[in-house]
């Protein structure tokens, strides 16, 4: 994780809910059966979390943002897009999403679960992250690749990267990541993609988000 106590790893302020509608092809034929985000005896903390409305995510006014579609889903009827996946579309931008949740003090163990599905007609890479991961083209650093990203920002507004890779995949895939460490904290979960408007597009969709409060 990374512990940084500049202002610039504090997520992007509230501005444009704008949601937009892209979808690309090839994608899988079949939605899989939906898991359960909620195991027995466990609190889920992230509301809307398959983004069936509009309500609770925040989407961050970028040159490209992210949206909701209607396909790919992993269940339901709409899922989110960060990021570009069409081709003739590629700008410079970042594109993003994020929500803000409490996670209740105590002895709970407090998991994130969501699907991701990844797209890139880039190099796919498993990539380093920088000491501070900008998110904005205002950030004194700047990306210069590609990149999809899951980002967790803690109550100091501290920034711990779950996730930062350039990857195609050929079905949803679940993600995890232990957040027990933040317990009693505000905490934003971020959802992004940057790309830097040259070469391949880089995208991401992601279904039924889950943080589960789960007492021993």
């Given at each position: 994780s990374r512990r940084i106590s500049s202002i610039r790893t504090r997520p992007p302020p509230p501005n444009c809910r704008t949601c937009l509608l892209y979808t690309s092809t090839p994608w899988p034929t079949a939605t899989p059966t939906a898991s359960p985000t909620?195991?027995?005896?466990?609190?889920?903390?992230i509301a809307n979390g398959g983004f069936e409305s509009d309500a609770a995510?925040?989407?961050?006014?970028?040159?490209?943002?992210?949206?909701?579609v209607t396909f790919p889903v992993y269940s339901g009827a709409r899922a989110l897009r960060a990021g570009i996946v069409h081709p003739p579309h590629n700008v410079y931008?970042?594109?993003?999403?994020?929500?803000?949740?409490?996670?209740?003090?105590?002895?709970?163990?407090?998991t994130l679960r969501y699907q991701l599905f990844a797209t890139?007609?880039?190099?796919?890479?498993?990539?380093?992250?920088?000491?501070?991961?900008?998110?904005?083209?205002?950030?004194?650093?700047?990306?210069?690749?590609?990149?999809q990203m899951v980002l967790l920002f803690d109550?100091?507004?501290q920034q711990h990267v779950l996730l930062f890779q350039r990857q195609w995949y050929s079905a949803w895939q679940q993600h995890t990541a232990d957040l027990s460490a933040f317990r009693g904290q505000a905490v934003t979960l971020y959802f992004g993609v940057f790309n830097n408007g040259t070469g391949g597009v880089t995208g991401l969709y992601v279904d039924e988000v889950a943080v589960n409060y789960c007492l021993p």
């Open positions: 909620r195991p027995p005896g466990c609190v889920n903390l995510w925040q989407i961050n006014n970028t040159v490209y943002p992210a949206g909701f931008s970042y594109s993003s999403a994020q929500q803000t949740i409490t996670i209740p003090a105590g002895p709970a163990a407090v890139t007609t880039g190099t796919r890479a498993k990539l380093t992250p920088p000491a501070i991961v900008p998110t904005s083209p205002l950030d004194r650093a700047q990306l210069t690749d590609d990149v109550s100091a507004g």
